[in-house]
């Protein structure tokens, strides 16, 4: 099972951040990850939120440009070590991540890192011949 992540195509204007989170406050919305990256005319805000349907709707209904795509988010321990397991499960594997982000997860001594693959079918099996724990919800 994977994860669906909210991108939001942003113009590289000042307030434009705060307005996608202000839209998702109002319509009641938890953001429980979040990553931006940018260029010098726009920028790609990655949202896992708690409520996928509803924050399109409200993003698109505020004219946000946003997409929705699969991502694989596989809890790790929380220490030194913990991704550098993943990352060489990965690069043994010939597997290609595009981008990664993480978050810290309610359980402790865990995080959550979200991963969008170049093929996410290989790098779901990967996940499970490797017995990895999935997050199915966050």
Known sequence: ?????????????????????????AAAINIRAISIADTADF????????KNAEAL?????AGFTTRETAVAAIEI?????????IMELFENSSANIEYL???????????VVFFKL?????????????????????
């Open 1 to 25: 099972m994977e994860l669906m992540q909210i991108s939001v195509f942003l113009e590289n204007n000042a307030g434009r951040l705060g307005e996608v989170t202000k839209v998702l406050a």
């Open 77 to 85: 321990d929380d220490k030194p070590g913990g991704l550098a397991k």
């Open 118 to 138: 170049e093929d996410h079918d290989k790098g779901l099996a990967i996940v499970k011949e490797n017995g990895l724990a999935m997050v199915e919800s966050f």
């Open 101 to 111: 982000y993480a978050s810290l997860e309610a359980k402790a001594g865990k995080a």
């Open 57 to 61: 709707q409200a993003l698109a209904s």
């Open 43 to 50: 920028g790609i805000l990655r949202l896992i939120v708690d």
